[in-house]
């Protein structure tokens, strides 16, 4: 119901703001742009993105199989189930949808979007294999789309490969405030959540684990800023994330070949879904992306970055970030839309200020929420998402705020 009067709003608010800027503004385009955004964005949602990740799909799809045949997708959810149990209760133990999200996150964390999608819809099925009711999210999926809403990554790699192209000074000195923002944002994702479904986050094998990754990331940080240039930063970073790809295929295969599996016709047998499940997503995808241009095309992003500045401004609050924020408001929207807003505040501030790191913040500190809602629910016919994307803009708020503080810490 939430994502009915979601959608129905872009449109009608987008529809509003157009008819207003055409009377007021004299603004006699603005219904063209809307309408060409639409069908643009619709050959987008289609081309670009639903064919392209039936390709996707297809590979890792296969390469999950081959994992699963190998025993290597239990094993993993066997060591993460003590965890996993606390914060999905609705789990059964060593069910497999706890190893595919377990690859879904650890692709993440490394940065990897390509492989993380298909492990990600992959797990969203298992999960929908325990669905009661078909049409409605389960307490499960919730936490674990706000999870992945939350887009906890180690490594922006994409982020710092984007400042490099553009000439950034120190491509990677934004390394350190993505990771801080993402973590606090998936934290505020699993408290929300947790206390939502009354799950007790003050249990001694939670607090040991959240401690533990709390750790390993000081830890990380630490060492990175302590030991290694910002050159090595970023290339630890890129060979680091694409060696972990390369040899979770390889070990899968290996573990296969040992149980001797038949491993070409365990990837056959599980590729086969990657081109059904991009076809199952083209009308939930097109339709809530068709409905973000519709608000973005009718300019209601102007008139709320201007209503912005003059609030803080009249609070007495230093408005040095406000230039950045398109790319946080569109984040939530929009992979691409957020992308090419973080693209246009380095080249119009100048990729090493202080808008400019701070977009480039905001562009790691989240994930595209409502893009994620369409595609995971909508893979396996989801309608009914319940909190899952209050809850998700809430973890993308906190990524926000935090965003902001650090980036006036180390940059300001």
């Known amino acids: ?62 390469i999950m ?12 959810a066997k060591v993460i189930a003590p965890f996993f149990s606390r914060i999905f209760p609705e789990i059964p133990k060593d069910h497999p949808a706890t190893g595919h999200m377990v690859m879904n ?92 479904q009354r799950i007790n986050l003050l249990n001694r094998v939670v607090l040991g684990w959240m401690g533990g990754m709390t750790s390993a990331i000081v830890a990380m940080i630490w060492y ?28 899968f ?11 070409y016709d365990a990837f056959i047998e599980g590729a086969k879904g990657g081109i059904q499940t991009s076809i199952t997503v083209i009308p939930y995808l097109v339709g809530m992306l068709v409905a973000i241009s519709v608000i973005r095309n009718a300019g209601v992003f102007n008139f709320l970055m201007s209503g912005m500045n003059w609030f803080f401004a009249n609070l007495g609050i230093n408005t040095d970030f406000v230039p950045a924020l398109p790319t946080a408001m569109m984040k939530p929207l929009s ?22 790191r701070l977009a480039c913040v905001f562009q790691g500190s989240a994930d595209t929420t409502f893009y994620i809602v369409a595609l995971y629910f909508g893979s396996v016919g989801i309608r009914k998402t319940r909190y899952a994307i209050t809850a998700g803009l809430i973890a993308d708020l906190a990524g926000v705020i935090t965003a902001v503080f650090v980036a006036y810490v180390f940059f300001h």
């Open 65 to 76: 199989n081959i994992g699963e045949k190998a025993g290597i997708i239990g094993w993993l």
């Open 224 to 251: 990175f800023t302590q030991y290694l240039t910002k050159q090595e930063i970023e290339l630890v970073s890129k060979v680091v994330s694409n060696l972990v790809l390369i040899s979770v295929i390889a070990i």
């Open 335 to 356: 992979g691409s839309g957020s992308k090419a807003m973080m693209i246009d505040a380095m080249n119009t501030y100048g990729v090493d200020s202080f808008v400019g």
């Open 105 to 196: 996150f650890s692709a993440n964390l490394l940065g990897l979007d390509n492989a993380a999608t298909p492990f990600g819809l992959k797990a969203m099925e298992s999960l929908q294999t325990l669905n009661p009711n078909k049409e409605e999210a389960t307490n499960a999926q919730i936490m674990f789309l706000v999870l992945h809403t939350s887009g906890l990554t180690l490594i922006p790699l994409a982020i710092m490969a984007q400042r490099s192209i553009l000439g950034a000074a120190d491509p990677s000195d934004i390394f350190i405030p993505c990771m801080i923002a993402t973590y606090v944002a998936t934290m505020v994702g699993i408290i929300t959540v947790s206390i939502k």
């Open 1 to 62: 119901m939430a994502l009915n009067y979601i959608w129905s709003g872009f449109f009608l608010v987008g529809f509003l703001a157009a008819v207003l800027q055409w009377l007021f503004l004299g603004d006699t385009d603005i219904f063209k742009r809307i309408i060409d955004g639409t069908f643009e964005t619709a050959r987008m949602g289609v081309m670009d993105i639903a064919l392209p990740l039936a390709g996707v799909m297809t590979l890792w799809l296969g």
């Open 253 to 263: 295969i290996i573990g296969a070949l040992r149980k001797k599996v038949n491993v």
